[in-house]
Structures are given as structure tokens and as C-alpha cells.
């Protein structure tokens, strides 16, 4: 059975920090990217990092470009994204889900899913 569980959130006053992890499961994990994405009410889910299959090069999106870090350990099959000077806006529920085909921050693209981990920051 395919898993991906996400840990690591919470709450944080603004400019803190916090390190989420995605534990894989039931799948290759070398074979697969893997991405992580957020969602804030009312706001569609949008790609914010992923690192790619094989190489596993880093990618990231402007807005947490030089806060966020994302980094993999194969042999835990873990995900984690370090986040740095948090801001309000970074509120939402943050999710992991990997894919094999593409490095792409298009979550339709996405195969497998994590159930998602809270994280607020406030002002």
C-alpha cells in the first residue's frame, strides 16, 4: 500500500522556523519525484518545492525561494522541508505527494498523496 505521511507542523510566530518530514511507503522511492504543496482557505493548492527522481535536484517557487530548503534520505525514504522565516502568508495545510514521470510544481500531475499537516504562522 502506498503512504505518504507528513509531520512536522504547527504553530509559529513569524520568523521562526519549522521542519516538515514526508515518510514514503510502498513504492520506489528513488523512482519518484517528490513535491511538496500547500493550500490556504480559499486558495488552490499550489506547488511550492520538489525534488526530482534520481538526481534529486531541488526546485523551488519564488515565494519560499531562499526560506525553504528541501532535501531527501534515501534510505529513510523521508522528504523534508526546512522552512525558515516564516511569514503569515505561509499559512496553510502543507502536503507531500510524489510522482514518476515529471519535476513538475502542476499538482494535477501528482499520483500519491499525504493526508496534509497544519502549519500557522502567526504575526
Known amino acids: 500500500e502506498v503512504q505518504l505521511v507528513e509531520s512536522g507542523g504547527g504553530l509559529v510566530q513569524a520568523g521562526g522556523s519549522l521542519r516538515l518530514s514526508c515518510a514514503a511507503s510502498?513504492?520506489?522511492?528513488?523512482?519518484?519525484?517528490i513535491g511538496w504543496f500547500r493550500q490556504a482557505p480559499g486558495k488552490e493548492r499550489e506547488g511550492i518545492s520538489i525534488?526530482?527522481?534520481?538526481?534529486?535536484?531541488?526546485l523551488y517557487v519564488d515565494s519560499v525561494r531562499g526560506r525553504f530548503t528541501i532535501s531527501s534520505d534515501n534510505a529513510k525514504k523521508t522528504v523534508y522541508l526546512q522552512m525558515n522565516r516564516l511569514k503569515p502568508e505561509d499559512t496553510a495545510v502543507y502536503y507531500c505527494?510524489?510522482?514518476?514521470?515529471?519535476?513538475?510544481?502542476?499538482?494535477?500531475?501528482?499520483?500519491?498523496w499525504g493526508q496534509g499537516t497544519q502549519v500557522t504562522v502567526s504575526s
Open positions: 505527494a510524489a510522482d514518476r514521470i515529471l519535476a513538475t510544481m502542476n499538482p494535477l500531475m501528482y499520483d500519491y
Open positions: 510502498g513504492f520506489t522511492f528513488d523512482d519518484y519525484s
Open positions: 525534488i526530482s527522481k534520481g538526481d534529486r535536484r531541488a
